[in-house]
């Protein structure tokens, strides 16, 4: 089984490729579902780490129906990630039907060619997530990040289970939301071959500033080993 860090830091990036972690999905910003990094943290992680990274393409917070002007933004940041030699990028676009945009999603795509591409938990507000399923394998997408339209993978299980056996190798299925030491072999247990989690703790507070209160938790290298050695 394949497991796939969301690093939201370097400090992140680091713990997952100490605890043995296949990948990386590089991104900042958890708490708002996450956003493209910055592109000296992209090169850093790319020119000082060996693991795999796949890059988070999401300009903003909010939904994910994106203008034309953020659209080249998001190939911008492809074609960086490209240049950089990253394995792949994670992204999506919606219509505002709530149905995947295939027009602006096939852009990303075809900006991605020679990466891998993971469609994102945009795919956790289709409206009807079986119809969205075909229109992903429709463009040739590697694989697809969900939640099975729940708040964690756990509660959406079923669902997710059933969307791999509809997708039947045509597309992989990687669960993601709330994996943690106490659920993971219940993934693997159900044959999906990959996931999706962070492996955060807080860390300790360095001040007393109310800033402090904004401070997102760090992927924990210990818990990454357990989860390596539950799945391996």
Do not use: W
């Amino acid at each position: 089984m394949i497991v796939e860090i969301c690093a939201n830091s370097f400090e992140s990036a680091m713990a997952a490729q100490s605890g043995g972690a296949d990948r990386i999905e590089l991104c900042t910003q958890l708490a708002v579902g996450g956003l493209t990094p910055s592109h000296h943290l992209i090169k850093k992680v790319m020119s000082e780490l060996s693991i795999p990274i796949h890059v988070l393409i999401r300009p903003r917070k909010g939904n994910f129906c994106y203008s034309k002007e953020e659209l080249n933004i998001m190939k911008n940041d492809i074609e960086f990630c490209k240049y950089l030699g990253c394995s792949g990028v994670v992204s999506g676009v919606l219509e505002s039907d709530l149905t995947i945009d295939l027009f602006a999603t096939k852009q990303l795509v075809e900006a991605a060619n020679g990466l891998d591409f993971t469609f994102h938990r945009a795919f956790d507000c289709v409206k009807d997530p079986l119809v969205s399923l075909e229109n992903l394998i429709d463009l040739k997408i590697k694989r697809v990040l969900s939640s099975g339209l729940k708040p964690s993978a756990i509660e959406g299980i079923s669902l997710l289970s059933d969307m791999n056996k509809i997708a039947n190798q045509q597309i992989e299925i990687m669960p993601g939301s709330g994996i943690n030491l106490g659920n993971v072999l219940r993934f693997k247990n159900k044959g999906f071959t990959s996931i999706h989690l962070s492996a955060t703790q807080q860390p300790e507070k360095k001040s007393t500033s109310f800033f402090e209160g904004g401070t997102e938790g760090v992927s924990d290298e210990k818990t990454i080993r357990k989860i390596m050695s539950l799945v391996s």
